[in-house]
């Protein structure tokens, strides 16, 4: 029973390729016409054209002095020349002047061995019909050169007009022939007779497109107007429906009779293209005769298919309840894991108010005292003769406390100092001066390496001090417990970049990072040797100045603290 219904499809599919075909090939066959009607206008306006440019010029030559004194006697030498000299520039093949008895007694190729002076061309036709009085145009062979052209001549009167002569052009058609065949398409012009007397096709060429009765073969031998062709029958046969068989091959055919002389026009074409497109649209057809069948068998497929499908259905929603159920559940997690970052980050603004509230205590509790001291110092200044080591080390611990006290002021409340010039390997080594008596204590190797220039900065000495002085103290306290604890701080610079590394091979960062360190109130000392502020005030100053503070564990133990200032540039120095 399917087999019979394909069967059946097949059939109906087939008989309806059949017919679009041929109602595609209409269609197209008619747009092919269409084409070849337009060429055909085109070439015949171009014969009319050639037959017509020059129909006047024999009438004009008739009618000019030097013409009608040479045809009553007069000498030619003036007039050869100027047929010469007209010729040349009209790009005509001769203009030539006959005598009443057709014979030739003036020619524009005078100078040439096949010139037609002296040649009597009474037999020809349009000399004859010159002399009775109308214009004569003829298309021969020429008798003389042996060279085809279209003969036009008008008779030449005299003050009593009386025929004197007849003067004639001779037009080579040879271009438009060769414009025919460059163009690659297949054209023939007929006379009268059927003769072909211009074709694309050079075989074509002096054959008759029907057999020539004895009359018009007399006629034509006569005339002698195609000496030496035999003019047999073109190998050709007009069909129906505006086609022809020519030369054994099926073309479209059109033809032009409205010419000149009754001759015609053939226009010859193929009718490839009106076929290929024709195929093109029934191949187009029976894809989508496919495509349609198929879909319809797959539409068939789907409903068979979808009837066991709906255990499978059933099982996968289980599963799409079980993947949103999982989904939930992360989401409650990603949840919970957005919520304890909230509780740090609300942790760390306590802290961070904790720190302003005990900063601004701090400055206020040690300021009155701070002063105190200063007052004290500046009395036993001016009791004392001579300033004591002692004296000065003492000012100097109260200045670097009152700058501490300074520096604590920017978590309290908002505050801005100017910046000048630092010399970074100045401050590493007052800072070292500092920290002396904690570096004799611990018995920590210190090594120093620094450019012998100064290495200048833009920023607060004080407050650049203050970060050396807590990255030094850190890596010192980061050394107890080992056994030859050393400390290297090197100080170079780098595109426009003043570098300060410090270097230690205590117990290193472990598993803490440098964001977790700079938070206040975080240290990885023991209970009771630290409040956790060192890095964070450090990282705050670091960044007022526009630096940069890294930290890494060192190779083979400890730790690395690096820190970027920008190096003042030579603007910033000419405007301080």
Known sequence: MRSTSYIVIFVVATAASIGLYLVSY??????????????????????????????????????????IGTAEGESTGTLNRRLEDFAAQAGLDAIYL?????????????????????????????????????QGRFYAIGATTGLPGYFIANVVLDAAAAPTGVIAIKIDFSSLQDSWRNSGEQVLLANEDGVVLLASDPDWQYRALVPLSEQQQERIKQARQFPGQMLDPLDWTELPENQARISGEKRLHLAATDLPHGWSLHYFASDDRAVARSWLVTFVFVLLAGAVFIVLQLQKNRRVRAALARSEQEEAQLRQANERLAVEIEDRKTAERRLKRTQGELERASRLAALGQLSAS??????????????????????????????????????????????LRFFARSESEAFGDVDLGASVNAVLALVAPNVEQTNVNISLSAPADPVIVRGIALRIEQVITNLLRNAIDATDGTDAPEIDIVVTTSDNEAILEIQDNGHGLGDATLAE????????????????????????????????????????????????????????????
């Not at 206008?41 to 030559?61: A, D, I, K, M």
């Not at 037999?123 to 009775?132: E, I, L, V």
């Not at 005292?369 to 009791?383: D, K, Q, S």
Request: hydrophobic share 35%; net charge negative; charged share 20%.
């Open 98 to 134: 006959m005598d009443e008895d057709g014979i030739t007694i003036s020619a524009s190729n005078y100078r040439e061995i096949s010139s037609f002076v002296g040649q009597n061309y009474a037999f020809r036709p349009y000399f004859q019909t010159a002399m009775s009085g109308a």
């Open 362 to 407: 701090v400055t206020h509790e040690l300021g009155q005292p701070i002063a105190a001291m200063r007052n004290h110092l500046v009395a036993a200044e001016i009791g004392s003769s001579d300033e004591t080591k002692l004296t000065q080390k003492i000012g100097g611990l109260v200045d670097r406390m009152e700058g501490i006290t300074r520096q």
């Open 26 to 67: 209409q269609y197209f066959l008619s747009q092919e016409l269409s084409k070849a009607q337009g060429r055909l206008s085109l070439y015949q306006s171009s014969v009319n054209g050639e037959l017509e440019r020059f129909s006047h010029l024999t009438y004009v030559l008739s009618q000019d002095s030097f013409v």
């Open 517 to 576: 360190l700079q938070e206040p109130f975080v240290t990885t000392r023991e209970s009771g040797r630290g409040m956790g502020l060192g890095l964070a005030i450090s990282a705050s100053i670091v960044k007022d100045h526009n630096g940069t503070m890294t930290a890494n564990d060192r190779d083979g133990g400890g730790t690395v603290f690096r820190v970027t200032f920008p190096m003042a540039s030579d603007k910033e120095e000419t405007e301080e």
